[in-house]
C-alpha cells in the first residue's frame, strides 16, 4: 500500500505564494510520474502539473509562468511552488503518484491519490 501526504495549503492573498509538497511512502517499486491537480467548487478535476521520468514537466495553461513543479526522486516528494496566486486558483490541490508498488515481491501498477489541501486565494 502506497500512501501520499499534501501539505502547504491555506488562505493567500491575491499575487501572493504558496508552496505544497506531497511525500509518498509504503511499497513503492517507482514512481514514473507525480503530479498536482486541482478540483474547485462545481468543477471537473483538472490536471496542475505534472513532472515525469528525467525531469520532463507538463503544465496547465492556465498556471505557465507562474506554478513550478519540482521533485525530490530520493524522498519521493514533489512540490509546487505557486506564485502570483489568483481568486480562480482557488481549489483543493490533489497530488498523484504513478509507477508500480512491489508488496513481498509482488509488482502492481500504483495510481495512488493524497486526500487534497485547500487553496484559497481570496483578500
Known amino acids: 500500500q502506497v500512501q501520499l501526504v499534501e501539505s502547504g495549503g491555506g488562505l493567500v492573498q491575491p499575487g501572493g505564494s504558496l508552496s505544497l509538497s506531497c511525500a509518498a511512502s509504503?511499497?513503492?517499486?517507482?514512481?514514473?510520474?507525480m503530479g498536482w491537480y486541482r478540483q474547485a467548487p462545481g468543477k471537473q478535476r483538472e490536471l496542475v502539473a505534472q513532472i515525469i521520468s528525467r525531469g520532463r514537466t507538463n503544465y496547465a495553461d492556465s498556471v505557465k509562468g507562474r506554478f513550478t513543479i519540482s521533485r525530490d526522486s530520493a524522498k519521493n516528494t514533489v512540490y509546487l511552488q505557486m506564485n502570483s496566486l489568483k481568486p480562480e486558483d482557488t481549489a483543493v490541490y490533489y497530488c498523484?503518484?504513478?509507477?508500480?508498488?512491489?508488496?513481498?515481491?509482488?509488482?502492481?501498477?500504483?495510481?495512488?491519490w493524497g486526500p487534497g489541501t485547500l487553496v484559497t486565494v481570496s483578500s
Open positions: 509504503g511499497n513503492i517499486f517507482s514512481i514514473d510520474a
Open positions: 498523484r503518484a504513478e509507477g508500480y508498488s512491489d508488496y513481498e515481491g509482488e509488482m502492481a501498477a500504483l495510481d495512488a
